[in-house]
T-cell receptor
């Protein structure tokens, strides 16, 4: 079956612009995660959605970052007023989330470059 | 907070050599432990996992044992291949906190 898909695969933007990154999780997976992979910070958790529960936003680095998940499926990560330090690969993952042991399946990522 | 520490890379070995990548963790509870691998040009994928003390995860000839007494989850393979060249990430997730906490990654290169 289809895996986690993300779009766009690459995004180049100018400092100060807003960007939207999209994630389509595996069908039937109730949990969805966003992570960021950057040279300086490694792989960091950003936000976690599970069903209709309030999302865990504890990893979002600033209030310029927000995410939503519509209809329990597709998610969009929005970065407002982008800064050069936002340049990174943004990874989305999904899982069945029956427990913390469930395997998270990762998408190919969106490489964001802020000029 | 929770953290994972991996051995510094990069690691370069010859084909058929024995591999160990060290991983230790700090956690308040009893986490699940994972090794993820990122092959060149590909996304992160789960290599193996262990959910409780003394469990051994294994896959593709790789093994790791959950050692609670030393808070470690070292990755081993008896005979590496060129196709094992990749970046390896150790990670944990606490019970009730589903997010993964990753180590910094170890780049492995296997020469023929």
């Amino acid at each position: 079956g289809a895996g986690v898909s993300q779009s766009p695969s690459n995004k180049v933007t100018e400092k100060g612009k807003d960007v939207e990154l999209r994630c389509d999780p595996i069908s039937g997976h109730t949990a969805l995660y966003w992570y960021r992979q950057s040279l300086g910070q490694g792989l960091e958790f950003l936000i976690y959605f599970q069903g209709n529960s309030a999302p865990d936003k504890s990893g979002l680095p600033s209030d310029r970052f927000s995410a939503e998940r519509t209809g329990g499926s597709v998610s969009t990560l929005t970065i407002q007023r982008t800064q050069q330090e936002d340049s990174a690969v943004y990874l989305c993952a999904s899982s069945q989330d029956r427990a913390g042991t469930d395997t998270q399946y990762f998408g190919p990522g969106t490489r964001l470059t802020v000029l | 907070g929770d953290s994972v520490t991996q051995m510094e890379g990069p690691v370069t070995l010859s084909e058929e050599a024995f591999l160990t990548i060290n991983c230790t963790y700090t956690a308040t509870g009893y986490p699940s432990l994972f090794w993820y691998v990122q092959y060149p040009g590909e996304g992160l994928q789960l290599l193996l996992k262990a959910t409780k003390a003394d469990d051994k995860g294994s896959n593709k000839g790789f093994e790791a044992t959950y050692r609670k007494e030393t808070t470690s989850f070292h990755l081993e393979k008896g005979s590496v291949q060129v196709s094992d060249s990749a970046v390896y990430f150790c990670a944990l997730s606490e019970v009730g906190a589903q997010k993964l906490v990753f180590g910094q990654g170890t780049r492995l290169t296997i020469n023929p």
